[in-house]
């Protein structure tokens, strides 16, 4: 099934197009006037030089007026091999039509509402036969039921012609073209966006990356630049702003020599806060009784960091080299991507 982009709008017709993937672009002199086009001419060239094809109108009350228009079009610099012109249904469209067509140009006969029209498009020969969609199920009709009712008459008959599914309102109605065997459907950007997503190809997705990155980052690649490392002879305040400003729940001590010493928590600080008052913010951390931390080497995989955590049941590890507390790894390291 032939997909095409139904829009007037240059940037979603460049985003669309650089899909690779529409076989062209049908457009209307409402989505131009929407748009605020005041020179059309000049857009039809612009959008022709962009996608494969451009389905454009050639409008005219006679079959003369369709015609001129047409060749005038061609005339401006219009390719007829990557053009096609669209004529509404009627005794001068289909007229029309067949000239054209004897013309060696083709013609998308559109705004069809009934078999019978369809009938005397394919009759005309038209390269397209365009039913709205969703226009007719606006009003109540079956308007799947005329789109098998064409498909059927062209295998039936072998008409060249090629039915396309128009007035797309939703990723539904792609599905239905699709079941209904329609030639093609030409689509708005907004419902071609959603055809690409699901729920749970993003969860999938997500897993992807999530395991992804346990498996190739190593510990020192995602903990922040900011150590919350502390000296033993320095205070709980001191201690208080370095967590302040890391943003961790936690501080590594080291002693004078910048080995590891203990590690000393937010939840540390609640409990001196209650047992024994603000007092105790003056106190050094050397006077306090630490305990030492679950470590990890800076060089461990992501993979080994997130067993330890779940082994440990923590939400912290300070983190190491040859040694020495370099900062602290937060649970959340393991999937926060802002720091690659």
Request: charged letters at 20%; hydrophobic letters at 40%; glycine letters at 6%.
């Amino acid at each position: 099934m032939e997909l095409y982009l139904d829009s007037a709008n240059i940037a979603e017709i460049e985003e669309a197009t650089s899909l690779g993937i529409i076989a062209g672009l049908t457009t209307t002199p409402t989505f131009m006037h929407r748009d605020g086009v005041t020179d059309i001419d000049q857009l039809i060239l612009k959008l022709a030089g962009m996608v494969p094809v451009l389905q454009v109108e050639a409008l005219g009350e006679t079959t003369d007026e369709i015609i001129r228009e047409a060749e005038r079009l061609i005339a401006i610099g219009l390719d007829p091999a990557h053009t096609v012109f669209k004529v509404p249904v009627s005794m001068e469209g289909i007229k029309a039509c067949r000239i054209l067509i004897n013309k060696g140009y083709q013609v998308n006969i559109h705004l069809v509402y009934t078999l019978q029209q369809a009938y005397m498009a394919l009759s005309a020969g038209a390269t397209y036969v365009c039913p709205l969609v969703g226009r007719l199920q606006d009003e109540g009709h079956d308007a799947l039921g005329l789109i098998r009712q064409c498909v059927e008459v062209v295998d039936r008959y072998r008409y060249p012609s090629k039915i396309m599914f128009s007035s797309v309102r939703n990723s539904e109605h792609v599905r239905n073209a699709l079941n209904l065997g329609a030639h093609c459907c030409t689509i708005p950007w907004k419902v071609m966006q959603q055809l690409f997503r699901n729920h749970f190809t993003d969860i999938g997705t997500q897993q992807f990356f999530e395991h992804t990155r346990l498996m190739t980052l190593k510990v020192r690649q995602v903990i922040s630049p900011m150590a919350a490392v502390i000296p033993a002879d320095q205070t709980i305040l001191d201690a208080l702003m370095i967590m302040t400003r890391s943003k961790f729940g936690a501080v590594s001590i080291t002693d004078e020599t910048g080995n590891l010493k203990g590690i000393f928590t937010d939840g540390d600080l609640r409990r001196l806060l209650e047992h024994e008052g603000e007092h105790i913010l003056h106190k050094k951390l050397c006077e306090l009784s630490l305990k030492m931390p679950v470590c990890i080497d800076a060089d461990e995989s992501l993979y080994n960091a997130s067993l330890l955590f779940k082994a440990k049941k923590i939400d912290n590890i300070v983190v190491t080299e040859e040694d020495k507390p370099i900062g602290i790894m937060d649970i959340h390291d393991l999937f926060n991507t802002s720091r690659i």
